[in-house]
T-cell receptor
Framework: LAKTTQPISMDSYEGQEVNITCSHN???????ITWYQQFPSQGPRFIIQ???TKVTNEVASLFIPADRKSSTLSLPRVSLSDTAVYYC??????????????FGRGTSLIVHP | EPEVTQTPSHQVTQMGQEVILRCVPI?????FYWYRQILGQKVEFLVS????????KSEIFDDQFSVERPDGSNFTLKIRSTKLEDSAMYFC?????????????FGQGTRLTVV
């Protein structure tokens, strides 16, 4: 059972705001919501993390409703260099009880000129 | 900014050979991970390592694979008797602690090609 569900792909244009929504209906009370960005042939890179309400940093905002069953990553004024795959993680717990950052399929964002 | 470094960046090996992929995690981190990503697919968890032993492993991480922290800085993934389907990007990651709100830092990966 997938822990997170995201759109497979999205298209946007330079200068637009992009919102990527992730569903995590079975999120646990102690789970945080973390977003990573991955460029081709590179390792994932942390973007932002939150537990509830809104979090903002220099690159993105993360909106989390009160029920925490979904979250929305907001990228303001995207540029061509924001073309990447974006992953929403709520993590997983292994059989030994340790937290494992676990990736789903991600959303492939293509920014057009 | 501290970073996870991986060597080599590319490795080509013949089927049946053994390969060792190397990683230097961030120095004060305690949790280490290996992931792999087959071309066009998602990032898959292989194994996590803490306190000099494996803490979690996936079904992918069978007897063909092993990990080791031979000294205070390196973290290695050994793949014995490589198969064509082992061709993938392999990423090492580290985290400072066990809390769920600590982010994972990933290396740039090693592209392994088995021919």
């Amino acid at each position: 059972l997938a822990k997170t569900t995201q759109p497979i792909s999205m298209d946007s244009y330079e200068g637009q705001e992009v919102n990527i929504t992730c569903s995590h209906n079975n999120i646990a009370t102690n789970d945080y919501i973390t977003w990573y960005q991955q460029f081709p042939s590179q390792g994932p890179r942390f973007i932002i993390q939150g537990y509830k309400t809104k979090v903002t940093n220099e690159v993105a905002s993360l909106f989390i409703p009160a029920d925490r069953k979904s979250s929305t990553l907001s990228l303001p004024r995207v540029s061509l260099s924001d073309t990447a795959v974006y992953y929403c993680l709520v993590g997983d717990e292994g059989t030994g009880g340790s937290y494992i950052p676990t990736f789903g399929r991600g959303t492939s964002l293509i920014v057009h000129p | 900014e501290p970073e996870v470094t991986q060597t080599p960046s590319h490795q080509v090996t013949q089927m049946g050979q053994e390969v060792i992929l190397r990683c230097v995690p961030i120095s004060n981190h305690l949790y280490f991970y290996w992931y792999r990503q087959i071309l066009g697919q998602k990032v898959e968890f292989l194994v996590s390592f803490y306190n000099n032993e494996i803490s979690e492993k996936s079904e992918i991480f069978d007897d063909q694979f092993s990990v080791e922290r031979p000294d205070g800085s390196n973290f290695t993934l050994k793949i014995r008797s490589t198969k064509l389907e082992d061709s993938a990007m392999y990423f090492c990651a580290s985290r400072p602690g066990p809390d769920r709100n600590t982010e994972a830092f990933f290396g740039q990966g090693t592209r392994l090609t088995v021919v």
